[in-house]
């Protein structure tokens, strides 16, 4: 036995409408989703998938260390003084904002711009003036380094991570330390100076400091229950002033 069951025009009408408001609905869902940046990866007949669409807009980030190269007759004046032939200084600056931080990525950025000037002294052509001597400052005003970056890569460090640290760091020491080519390193301390940032201090040949009451420089690991590398308490015992 067949039931019909009747059906009347008012529930047919009640029926579309719900439909009608669903079809509405997934159009205004579909716009809202849209105007928020998500677009359909995929359609079947019952189910969309919907993916957001990603934008760069943050800025790059600004180089770590920065080098730029200049004249040694741009620091002379005086017409007596005897000509040196023209030769070049790098200038390389620390970039690393707030206070010059020294992570793995920073001592690798030192080091590489260490050494870049010091292959071009052998690879240069002949017209190109040698260089004669490397400045290391700093671009953020009253800070030259503040030494290795603690919170990166000495609290509760990646063992591999930390490895690869202490490497970065002692090559940088090695870098300027044992920079050869006849190349005179000049720090140019234009900050405070603790701890590791005393250290890179220490391993150029030569020091000037603003003379100021303000700025600090030295070692300062003890106070933070950290023992110093070898190689740099070697640095401030054989240097009787700085």
Not at 17 to 41: D, F, M, N
Not at 216 to 235: D, F, H, M, Q, W
């Amino acid at each position: 036995m067949t039931t019909i069951s009747k059906i009347s025009s008012k529930s047919l009408s009640i029926g579309s409408s719900r439909i009608s408001r669903q079809a509405s609905g997934s159009e205004i869902l579909h716009s809202q989703l849209k105007r928020r940046k998500w677009y359909p990866t995929s359609t079947t007949t019952t189910t969309t998938t919907y993916h957001r669409q990603s934008f760069s807009t943050s800025p790059p980030s600004p180089p770590l260390v920065m080098t730029s190269i200049i004249s040694s007759s741009d620091f002379s004046n005086d017409e007596d003084e005897e000509d040196d032939g023209g030769s070049r200084i790098a200038i390389i600056r620390m970039n690393n904002k707030p206070v010059n931080a020294l992570s793995m990525e920073m001592c690798k950025e030192l080091s590489n711009a260490i050494k870049t000037v010091n292959e071009q002294q052998y690879t240069s052509d002949d017209a190109a003036a040698p260089f004669s001597s490397i400045i290391i400052s700093s671009s953020v005003p009253n800070i030259f380094s503040a030494g290795i970056d603690i919170k990166k890569e000495l609290y509760q460090p990646n063992p591999k991570r930390l490895s690869e640290f202490w490497f970065s760091f002692q090559q940088l020491f090695l870098d300027m330390y044992g920079l050869s080519g006849g190349i005179t390193t000049i720090s140019a301390v234009n900050g405070h100076a603790p701890a590791g940032g005393c250290m890179i201090s220490l391993a150029c040949d030569y020091r000037i400091m603003i003379n100021s009451p303000k700025l600090r420089i030295g070692y300062n690991e003890s106070k933070l229950g950290i023992t110093a590398p070898s190689y740099v308490v070697y640095l401030f015992s054989h240097h009787k002033k700085i």
